[in-house]
């Protein structure tokens, strides 16, 4: 047990120093989700700013499952990292935990600040901001084998790129995320429920009182998330690469 | 001698049909570095893939350490270490970095993963660039960064899978040193590639692989003399009788470039004196591993096309 937390806790930081070492990425990693909260904020005062909080923790927690795909394909077709871990002692959910951790990290300054604007704005008590970080913390582990599921399915890193780029603004844009459910009529809301990070960021929402449309209810998105966790981590894991077939 | 890898009729047929391995049988005895020469696509990383448990045959057996490359791959993870074709370590981190992390994963504590790390670096001259950033290093340095990876695992197996590809022929003879280095660490090697210069050097053991089948097998000298190559015979000379005085013999020619193939001392003691009393240019080349390499996976253009 404490070796696998070693290598899960190794591969994260390596995993993670091209990033802090390369200032400009890290930087617009970090920037990326605050832009529309911060345009929020801009034309629709307090308000935008509360909804684009929202959009903002979401979008970095939920994302840094999707984004494993780039790391993932990275590893496996260009430094071939993961052929060096295959033939080693580290364990394909080591690998797996590792990278998802260390891109959980990225995100964690953007989270943070996220979190300052919350107690700032006195938006939620520190009960209900345990409540959103289970929430969200669900998002990224439901991601996670999309991520893992596209990283493995495509050879050619910058394809993998491509997808995770247009799904990010699918998930983040497409679905209520930045802004309430409220703000999407109500005969097009059935759509956005087939979008994961519809529930993630409805159900934030009703947590933190920050909506008033009930949407299915807590705990009809709660089993959403949770099957559609579990269909894509079956999916996930049928489709795979650690050992290659 | 004991056998650190051994394989009986190992077939490897992808899914889109390509039968990659076809009936391999390989030995690679403890302590030995054993080399792969094949043209690509022979097969080559797709037996290293296999036995270095990233890959699973179709059907065949494998053992490495006498356990199985199927059933018991835990145990042979624990005793193996890859450079994987074409790897790369990662560009912003340093060296240092690299080997630290090769260790850790490997279960060595933070103190010893430094330790050896350190230790490594020294011995493949990297120590003084330890702590600059991969991306300002030299292609040679990286891959040396790849050795030392799996150098630091204390692996007493290690696959190098053409290590050299692309490097400058100063970098490939330095890291050439370091893998004999490695030899003679106790350490048991595979190395694969397609550089015959390489398995000259380098090769206790030589396996020729073409279109997923050994062709030959054995140490360097044995391969060559077994094919029965004939020695060739080069003159240069631009008298107008030079034809006539090589009749006897079989020859190809280029504007004034002779080459005559011997079968035995005779001929070539004749040939030698020919070109001494006649002032002719004369060089004698002894079959290589490249012409036996040529002559078994089917000429030039077929391997390089």
Known sequence: MRRSIVRIWTICWYNFLPIIRNPLTFITIVVWPIIPMFFMGVFLGE???????????VTSVSFSGIYVAQDYVFNRTITKLQDFFVASPVKEYEYIFG?????????????????L?????????????????????????????????IGSRFDDAGRVNGLTNVLAIVFSFIAPVYYPLDYIPEKFRIYTYFLPTTHIAHLSRLILGLTDVKGLGITYHLTIIVVISIFLYLIGRKYSRWREV | MKLAVETKRLVKVYRNGVRALDSVDIDIPMGRITCLLGPN???????????????????????????????????IRSRIAVVPQEGRPYLMVTPLDELYMGARIRGFSRDEARRRALDILRRLDLYEVRNQKIIRLSGGQRQKILLGRTLVSDADLL?????TIGLDPVSRRSLWEDILNLKKM??????TTHYM??????????????KGRVVA???????????????????IADSPGVEEELSGYRFEHIGNKYLVYVEDRKDLFDLVKLAVENGYIITIKQPSLEDVFIKLVGGYEEVYS
Do not use: H
């Open chain 2, 159 to 163: 696959f190098l899978d053409e290590p």
């Open chain 1, 47 to 57: 308000e935008g700013v509360r909804q684009g909080i929202i959009g903002m923790i």
């Open chain 2, 186 to 191: 106790g350490k048991t090697i595979l190395l």
């Open chain 1, 99 to 115: 990278i998802s951790l260390s891109s959980l990290l990225t995100t964690l300054i953007a989270v943070l600040i996220g979190y």
């Open chain 2, 197 to 210: 210069d390489e398995a000259e050097a380098l090769a206790d053991k030589l396996y020729i692989i073409n």
């Open chain 1, 117 to 149: 604007f919350i107690l700032y704005l006195g938006i939620a008590s520190i009960l209900k901001l345990i409540y959103f970080t289970l929430v969200i913390l669900a998002g990224a582990l439901m991601l996670l084998p999309l991520g893992f599921l």
């Open chain 2, 217 to 235: 097998s054995g140490g360097v000298s044995d391969i060559i003399s077994s094919v029965g190559l004939k020695t060739a015979v080069y003159i």
């Open chain 2, 41 to 75: 696509g022979a097969g080559k990383t797709t037996f290293l893939r296999i036995i270095a448990t990233q890959l699973l045959p179709t059907s065949g057996e494998a053992f490495v350490f006498g356990y199985d490359v199927i059933k018991e791959a835990d145990e």
